[in-house]
C-alpha cells in the first residue's frame, strides 16, 4: 500500500456491536457504513474526523470502528483524542401531516428524506405564556410508530411591554428513524388546539480525530 494510494482514496469506517476478533473481517456482516477521507500529505500519519453520525453508532470507547480501504482491506489507525470537539448538526425536515385528535392536541408528522441519526428537537408553538405537554414518536414507514419520549413540556413566558421567551427544546434517545411525529396538547384553560409554527431537529455529539497509517511497513 503506497503513500499516494492510501492518501487520495477514501476510506470506509465500520461498526458492529459485537464482534470476534478471532473471526475474519467481513464487511457485509457490519451494521454501520460511512465513508470518509484521509487528508493528503507528507506525514506517515493522515488525519480524517469522524462525523457525528459514526460518532453516534459507534461504542463509548470507539473500539468498534474499522477502517477499510478501495479493496476492503483493514487500514490501520491510532485516535487521538485530544482534538475531540463538540459538533452540532442542523436539521430542515419536511411537514407532511398536521392534524388535531379528540383531546384537541395538535400533531405534526416529520419527514427527514431518509434515516438520520437525531438527539434533540425543538418545538416551536404559537402563543406568550403556556406550559404545554408534547409526546414524540419515531417510525421508518409512517405507519407504525414508537414512543421516543412519552412527556416532556415546552414553556413561553412574557407578553405585552415583556420580550417572550421560549423554552422548546427536547432531548431525544438517539434514533435514527426518518419520521417523526409531535404531538402537543394544549393546557387545561386552552380553547383552542395548539398551533405547532415550526420544528427543528439536531445532532450534538463529538467528533474525533482518527490518525490513519499512510503506509505500512514491515
Not at 474526523?49 to 482491506?73: E, F, H, Q
Not at 448538526?89 to 428524506?113: C, M
Not at 405507519?143 to 422548546?168: C, N, W
Request: glycine share 6%.
Amino acid at each position: 500500500m503506497t503513500k499516494s494510494t492510501i492518501s487520495a482514496i477514501a476510506v470506509s469506517a465500520f461498526m458492529f456491536g459485537m464482534v470476534s476478533i478471532a473471526c475474519g473481517f467481513d464487511s457485509e456482516k457490519w451494521k454501520y457504513r460511512a465513508t470518509v477521507t484521509i487528508e493528503s500529505g507528507t506525514d506517515k500519519y493522515g488525519r480524517l474526523i469522524l462525523t457525528p453520525d459514526v460518532y453516534n453508532a459507534a461504542r463509548p470507547d470507539l473500539g468498534d470502528i474499522r477502517l477499510t480501504d478501495s479493496s476492503g482491506k483493514q487500514v490501520a489507525y491510532i485516535i487521538a483524542r485530544p482534538q475531540d470537539r463538540t459538533e452540532r448538526q442542523q436539521y430542515k425536515p419536511s411537514v407532511i401531516n398536521r392534524s388535531t385528535n379528540a383531546e384537541n392536541a395538535a400533531t405534526v408528522t416529520l419527514d427527514f428524506g431518509q434515516k438520520v441519526v437525531k438527539n434533540s428537537i425543538e418545538v416551536i408553538t404559537k402563543g406568550d405564556n403556556f406550559r404545554r405537554m408534547v409526546k414524540i414518536e419515531g417510525s421508518n414507514d409512517n405507519t407504525e410508530f414508537f414512543t421516543l419520549v412519552k412527556r416532556a413540556y415546552v414553556f413561553a413566558v412574557g407578553q405585552d411591554k415583556h420580550p417572550r421567551q421560549q423554552l422548546s427544546g427536547v432531548g431525544l434517545p438517539t434514533n435514527d428513524y426518518r419520521y417523526l411525529r409531535i404531538t402537543v396538547w394544549p393546557m387545561p384553560d386552552e380553547k383552542n388546539s395548539p398551533v405547532i409554527e415550526e420544528v427543528k431537529s439536531s445532532t450534538a455529539k463529538m467528533a474525533v480525530l482518527l490518525k490513519s497509517f499512510k503506509s505500512i511497513r514491515h
